[in-house]
């Protein structure tokens, strides 16, 4: 299977190419147009601040190349971010794949910390309102799956949330429209369940 990765000036991408080769697949790291487009899946990971992310993706013109993708791609961490319509961090405009606002949490009680940081359970949705039917990528995680989360901005729950976590308010922890995918947390550095999410994303 031929994987990329999007490289771009974002910190913690080695550990995603780390997640897959544990699984057997070397990835391709890259910021090369038709290696991106000929790829059968795509992985969008990083931690990083939104502004100086989103100013590298268009001087490149891969925010476009990006959105127009027609393969199943993965958002992580800020790559979940970066796929909405904006962000307060930096006060950006984004990719736009999903119609969302990207906001800095506000804490309301002392104990209340930003960045959010450490073990976190995910609530998953089902599909469209239908009680049962669980998002592919979601599959088989078990009665209460934890991952991993570090981030001090958040998307909003809305329509395309197909999985929330709690912290300070409900947020969208995954994220799905059409071939695009995301997940806040880091699928990478949360164990089994994790490692399952990549499974289930390499097999759509």
Known sequence: ??????????????????????????????????????ADKVLFPGQGEASGAMAYLKARRLDELIRDLRQPVLGICIGQQLLCRHSEEGDVDCIGVFDAEVKRFQPQRHEDKVPCMGWNELKVKGLKGEKVKIN?????????????????????????????ADYILPYSASMHKDNFYACQFHPEKSGKVGEQIIKNFLSL
């Open 1 to 38: 299977m031929n994987v990329a990765i999007v490289k771009y000036n974002a910190g913690n991408v080695y550990s995603v190419v780390n997640a897959l080769r544990r699984l057997g697949i070397e990835p391709v790291l890259t910021d090369d147009a038709e290696q991106l487009r000929a």
């Open 136 to 164: 592919p990528i979601l599959q088989g995680l078990g009665e209460h799956p934890y991952v991993y989360f570090v981030h001090s901005y958040y998307v909003p729950v809305c329509e395309e949330t197909i999985a929330t």
